[in-house]
């Protein structure tokens, strides 16, 4: 067995390479070996027929494709096999990895869509089409590509084609619609066959927002399908979606992405998607337009069902209703095991997040519904499971069920985007490894398709400002890459093609309200934040350069937005830090640090981080680096005293000012003990809305107060991170307390309890309180440097970098200090113990470094202290 071993291929960041839209696609590779201080010297990659010699070159990190193009449909095999420094010989060849292009030209489109008609008694419908068809050659191979306006699933001779959930997915569908490429060569027969699809609303025509209302793309649903059969003599035969095709209604009758669905088995037609049945009585279709220059292949992998979680109890409420736990605040559908009943036996199911005084707590939805209705036929015991819905939730309310309802008679299936998982965290601390935890659902549950807000309400909106917010974090647990880049591609086209350059709210955008797309301090810095943290992370270059216009006309808009005197005078508001703790219920903007300041700071940021990606892609970034001064001065100026004293005794103030870099040298250090007392004075009780959340913890430690750091973090008082988990939540909350400590619902009309803005903190947990962060471009260099604080005496993370697994794992007994640390193949770490020895570098492979050091003394709190926010 060699000692180096490559894992296969894989192409920019797909999870899966059948039909992709990359017709040169990237390549990148892992080394795993024990070998230590192992670097690549050279690789030697086979592409088809196709070889590139052996290159000399350590690059194994999206590789450029320099064979042939591939054209639309063609498939490929590639294998690759490398040359350490020291080696003579090369490693063994990897597995072969497949990649398939889909359709890449407008041109390959023969297909129409197919428009069913619609029943006028029901508002969110679902609709059955089909067409069969006759081969009269073997098959050889077979491709279904497929999308809809709507939300579809294929069938095939009576199989279900794929495992995606809720395709095509949610785009700028007037800009971008997504089609899917399935393999469905075992599903046909030589001789006739028969297509079908469910249709319904989803986003396109469905409920969607917070308004109430519909058809924000179109008032009809439409199917757009090409099966294309290669048989062994060459010859191909098409099937498309056409005027051929019929439909009718489906036995689930009603299906919104808010309301839940209704599933009527007494209306069910066996066959349908089967040949031989006859539709006579179905309905024709209409042919409708589709610009097939919108097509594009995904970007990442589809929504798929991860995960089955146990029903935990089955109880009565106070009020007598049957109410099932499954133990965990999660996004996704009840699957059941129906029972035998009577024709007509209808059981309804309510969903919600908590419990609220024993009874299901539902008022946090609004105009969701939420509810879930199967009607049985009478013929005996059956499964189900709704289809084109999710919902957010821990609790179900059952109603109607025959008998008596047990755990065993259902189960939730999680549904979300099917992210490969890359990150994880413990310590010592149960309540901070279940606050990480839950950092993880809350991610989980609102990476469907979209990176939302929240799952569960009459929202579930790609609010820029969220995950401006949470990316770094997301990047760390989760391969985000291809999704994300899908998402800014949507932002890039509705902020350059729609909005003069100021990127929406949220993408994709509804007019939900009157006012019109401003220049909003931290949502458009996703703009910015988004692709660069992508950068950092991955090494894609390339995403830096699709998204540089995007990244320079919203820091464009946000300039002008600022003003000739940088001071926003034109500007009438900003969310500015959104949710700060002392917002009442119904005044979410109310903060502790105005808005002017924190855009003033978040101006300055953008602008040195477009001055660093200008220099990535090999531009002048002298403007940016020299605007950003600018706002430094200008935020200097305005908010702070020549000693370093900000205007404003808040929390994000202080963060802002330090970790945005707008002081002098001789201001940091009066500015780090002021914003330590600030904390202190805030009786180490978190105070930071959405905006300066992610800053305040990385400020202490930098300003030298670690103890107030993990003083802030280890707080199980409300307002805290820990307060949640001390009330039971499974995920985090959109406020510090959207659960009072009564166990009732906080009055405030928005409140989720599944929002991951405030879980970017688990970043800090990462980098500091772990110790693991890139220091080089797609973690080519580490950088190892935890800070161990009072409260944790150990902690440990491993992350999947593109060059492979990294893992730091430290324990601290007394004075005695141990870290175990192992870096990937191809890559170095610069490590930094807490001892106070310079930081040195290590190569490749495992390594153990143990040091005396002096443990952080806690903060010191004086006699009594005891401190109450609501007698603050």
Known sequence: MSHVQVAPVTFEHHRKALGIGESTPRLSWVVRTELPD?????????????????????????????????????????RVRVWGEAAAEPSAWSEVAVVEA??????????????????????????????????????????????????????????????????????SYSHRLRYQTYDVTDLLTEGVNALGAQLADGWFRGYIGFTGGRAYYGERTGLFAQLEVEHPDGSRTTVTTDGEWRSTAAPTTRAGIYSGETFDARRELPGWSSPGLDDAAWMPVELGSLDVGTLVAPDGPPVRRTQVVPAQAVTRSPSGRVLVDFGQNLVGRIRFALPDAPAGTEITVRHAEVLEHGELGTRPLRKARATDVVVLDGTGPREWEPRFTFHGFRYAEVEGWPGELTTADLEAVVVHTDLRPTGTFTCSDPDVTKLHENVVWGMRGNFVDVPTDCPQRDERLGWTGDLEAFVPTAAYLYDTAGMLRGWLADLAVEQLEDFDGIPPLYVPFLKLLPFPVSAEAGWGDAAVVVPWTLYERHGDAQL????????????????????PDLDFAGVPFMLGDWLDPIAPPDAPGAARTPWPLVATAYLARSARIMARAAAVLGRDGGEYAALAERVAERFRAEYVTAHGRVAYPAQTAYALALECDLLLPEQRAHAGRLLAEQVAADGWHIATGFLGTPFVADALVNAGAVAGAYELLLQRENPSWLYPVTMGATTVWERWDSMLPDGSINPGEMTSFNHYAYGAVADWLHRTVAGLAPAGPGYRTLRVAPRPGPGITSAATTHETPYGTASVSWTLEGSAFALDL??????????????????????SGRHRFERTVTPVAPVEKPQGFNWHPDED
């Open 38 to 78: 192992w670097r690549q010297a050279a690789y030697e990659l086979e592409i088809g027929e196709w070889s590139s010699g052996r290159v000399d070159s350590a690059g194994s990190v999206l590789v450029a494709w320099d064979a042939p193009p591939l054209v639309s449909r063609e498939r490929r095999s590639v």
């Open 102 to 171: 889909g359709l890449l030209s407008p041109g390959d489109w023969t297909a129409q869509l197919a428009r069913p008609a619609l029943p006028d008694d029901e508002e969110e419908p679902v609709v059955l089409l089909r067409r069969e068809f006759t081969l009269d050659k073997p098959v050889a191979r077979a491709r279904l590509y497929a999308t809809a306006q709507g939300v579809y699933e294929a069938e095939l001779n009576g199989s279900r084609v794929g495992d995606h959930v809720l395709a095509p997915g949610w785009t």
């Open 544 to 563: 830096l350069a699709d998204q540089w216009p995007s990244m320079t006309a919203w820091l464009d808009a946000f300039t002008s937005a600022a003003g």
């Open 822 to 843: 192992v870096v990937p193949a191809n890559s170095t770490a610069q490590v930094a113990l807490p001892d106070g020895s310079e930081a040195f570098e290590v190569g």
